[in-house]
T-cell receptor, first 115, second 117 residues
Framework: GNSVTQMEGPVTLSEEAFLTINCTYT??????LFWYVQYPGEGLQLLLK?????DKGSNKGFEATYRKETTSFHLEKGSVQVSDSAVYFC??????????????FGRGTSLIVHP | DTGVSQDPRHKITKRGQNVTFRCDPI?????LYWYRQTLGQGPEFLTY????????KSRLLSDRFSAERPKGSFSTLEIQRTEQGDSAMYLC???????????????FGQGTRLTVV
C-alpha cells in the first residue's frame, strides 16, 4: 500500500536559518504529493502541493519538488521565522490497492524556530 | 462556505460511555474522511465516504466505532463503550475527486479532542 516516511523531529533552528525536512514515499502509479502544516490545537492546513513529476509546489516561501526518480518531496525554506514553528506533515493521494484514493500521511516533523 | 466544521471541539467522557461527533464538510465535496491523531503522530485513517456510501474502513477500526453519512452531506462518528485508549484528536476532512492523474487535497476541520477518564 501507499506510505510516507518523513524525518523525525524536532528540528530546532534559529531565525533566518535554512530549513529542509525530508520526505520519501511509496505509492502505486502517479500520486499527488502535499505538505500540510498544523499549529497547536488546530486541524491540518494545506501548505503546498505538486501533482506530477518535476512539479514544484510553493507557498509562503516554502518549496518542494516532486522527484519521481528518488520518490521524494523534500520541504525547503530559505529563511525561517519564529511564526513558522509548527508540525509539518508530508502526504500523498493516489491510487491504492482496491482502487481507493485515501490521503496517506507521514508522522509529522515538529519545527521549532528560536529568535 | 466556511470550510469543514466539526462539533464538539472538545469532549470529556467517562470510560464506558458512548460519544458521537459530527462533521459538516465543504458543501460541494462528495468525499469525506475520518482520521484519528494521537500526540506526536500523523493522522491515522479510520473510514471514508463517497456521497452516502461508506467505501472503506480501516482494518484497525474496532467494532465499537461506527460512522454514517445519511444524505451524503454531514457525517457522524460514534464510539460505543469508550476506553481510555480512545483518547485522541478525531479529524474530519473532505475533498472533491481529482481530474485525470491529479488527485486533490483534503480540507480538514479543526478536530474534536476526546478525553476518556
Amino acid at each position: 500500500g501507499n506510505s510516507v516516511t518523513q524525518m523525525e523531529g524536532p528540528v530546532t533552528l534559529s531565525e533566518e536559518a535554512f530549513l529542509t525536512i525530508n520526505c520519501t514515499y511509496t505509492a502505486t502509479g502517479y500520486p499527488s504529493l502535499f505538505w500540510y502544516v498544523q499549529y497547536p490545537g488546530e486541524g491540518l492546513q494545506l501548505l503546498l502541493k505538486a501533482t506530477k513529476a518535476d512539479d514544484k509546489g510553493s507557498n509562503k516561501g516554502f518549496e518542494a519538488t516532486y522527484r519521481k526518480e528518488t520518490t521524494s518531496f523534500h520541504l525547503e525554506k530559505g529563511s525561517v521565522q519564529v511564526s513558522d514553528s509548527a508540525v509539518y506533515f508530508c502526504a500523498l493521494s493516489g491510487p491504492a490497492s482496491g482502487g481507493s484514493y485515501i490521503p496517506t500521511f507521514g508522522r509529522g516533523t515538529s519545527l521549532i524556530v528560536h529568535p | 462556505d466556511t470550510g469543514v466544521s466539526q462539533d464538539p471541539r472538545h469532549k470529556i467522557t467517562k470510560r464506558g460511555q458512548n460519544v458521537t461527533f459530527r462533521c459538516d464538510p465543504i458543501s460541494e465535496h462528495n468525499r469525506l474522511y475520518w482520521y484519528r491523531q494521537t500526540l506526536g503522530q500523523g493522522p491515522e485513517f479510520l473510514t471514508y465516504f463517497q456521497n452516502e456510501a461508506q467505501l472503506e474502513k480501516s482494518r484497525l477500526l474496532s467494532d465499537r466505532f461506527s460512522a454514517e453519512r445519511p444524505k451524503g452531506s454531514f457525517s457522524t462518528l460514534e464510539i460505543q463503550r469508550t476506553e481510555q485508549g480512545d483518547s485522541a484528536m478525531y479529524l474530519c476532512a473532505s475533498s472533491v475527486p481529482g481530474t485525470g492523474h491529479s488527485y486533490t487535497e483534503a480540507f480538514f476541520g479543526q478536530g474534536t479532542r476526546l478525553t476518556v477518564v
